[in-house]
Nanobody, 123 residues
Framework: QEQLVESGGGLVQAGGSLRLSCVASGGTFSKYVTGWFRQAPGKDREFVASIFGNSDTTSYGDSVKGRFTISRDDAENTMILQMEKLKPEDTAIYYC????????????????WGQGTQVTVSS
């Protein structure tokens, strides 16, 4: 069973950057499609980005294309979300997940989830 732990969230001003990490343990990380979702108060969980393999195949939500970059290191069981040019509307709890189906843009594509990390972007 895969366990996922996110870190790196915090408070940042609009236009700034943050780097989120997701560290996996307990399973075979390399066999999973992994991704990031976010959930703002009162809203559904929204797809941010997903990745399969060692950064070779990626998919992004429209709202983050060109600003966020997803990557992973299977040897370190780690996935990264580099967020640039942050906007107040990026404020949410960010969750990492692991699943078995590509492109893994839906919540139901994921089997395992982390506990989330809060990102707050001030205007």
């Amino acid at each position: 069973q895969e366990q996922l732990v996110e870190s790196g969230g915090g408070l940042v001003q609009a236009g700034g950057s943050l780097r989120l990490s997701c560290v996996a343990s307990g399973g075979t990380f390399s066999k999973y499609v992994t991704g990031w979702f976010r959930q703002a108060p009162g809203k559904d969980r929204e797809f941010v980005a997903s990745i399969f393999g060692n950064s070779d195949t990626t998919s992004y939500g429209d709202s983050v294309k060109g600003r966020f970059t997803i990557s992973r290191d299977d040897a370190e069981n780690t996935m990264i979300l580099q967020m640039e040019k942050l906007k107040p509307e990026d404020t949410a709890i960010y969750y990492c997940g692991a699943g078995l189906r590509w492109p893994a843009t839906r919540v139901n594509d994921y089997v395992y989830w982390g506990q989330g990390t809060q990102v707050t972007v001030s205007s």
